[in-house]
């Protein structure tokens, strides 16, 4: 019996055409069922990779959204970071005008550590950043608070009479005296420092001038003959009389340690002296009570 070597196909187009018969050989069927599997592995390969490069494709958009709020992140720290240093910095110029204000040296460094937070910039540890502004509001709170008090602080010292205003020996104190002119006793509403005619005379506080007394040769031997009234904050005024010659005119402003005139011998006077005389809300005081510059 012999083994069917062909696989008959037979083709019917209608029922009036003619019958197509094709024979296949069976080695033919064997080569067309490997390349059938051959394509049907090739085409879920294809699919495998299209899923793949489909998942890969989502996954790099994924960290492109994810880089791209980093960077978002990241430029708000910088400008979270560039806020604290200018913070910082306006501390430390804040801490200087005080600590000048008050006459008080500073170390070099400045406020906090400038560095430290500079390595911020590197790192970005947010709860560090965070735990930063805390302390720089704190002391800008406190800065705030202490800054109007200093000033006033140093406004009311700064108007205090309190350094010589010529250098010089004191011939007379405050208080009562025999006059040196008619040997009566009376009361020395200042004080008298001897010098050399023509010493430097210098305010003793900041202020302005109210009067400035250029005398007359025939007013000159009278009273306190050229003189200079200076009116200062917080109910202080001062008063400097027999001077050779006044440098300030009336409305000058003026601050401690300016030159405003010049020892003399004017008025009624018998030596070379300055008078000098200090107010406290419109009563004489005695000037040495205010003097720190010994």
Partial sequence: MNKKKHL????VPSAK????KIKIPYKYLNFGTVLGIFILFFFAFVIFRYVSLSMQVGRVEDLISENSELNRVNSQLQIDLDSLVQRVENL??????????MDISLSEGGL????DI?????????PLIEKSRYKIEQNEKHF???????????TYLSSIPSIWPVKGYVTSHFGYRTDPITKQWTIHTGIDIGGRLGTPVKAPADGVVVESMQRTAEEKRKGLGNYITIQHRFGYMT????????KVKKFKKVKRGDIIGFMGNTGRSTSV???????SNSVRVNPINYVLDD
């Fill in 239 to 246: 008063k400097y009389g027999h001077l050779d010659s006044t």
């Fill in 92 to 101: 430390d110029s804040t801490k200087r005008k005080l600590f000048k204000m």
């Fill in 118 to 126: 500079g390595e911020l910039n590197s790192r970005y540890p947010q």
């Fill in 8 to 11: 008959v196909v037979i083709l």
């Fill in 112 to 115: 906090g550590n400038m560095q």
């Fill in 17 to 20: 055409s003619k019958i197509f």
């Fill in 273 to 279: 002296h300055l008078h000098y005389e200090v107010y």
């Fill in 144 to 154: 705030n608070q202490l800054e109007p008090v200093i000033k006033t602080q140093v």
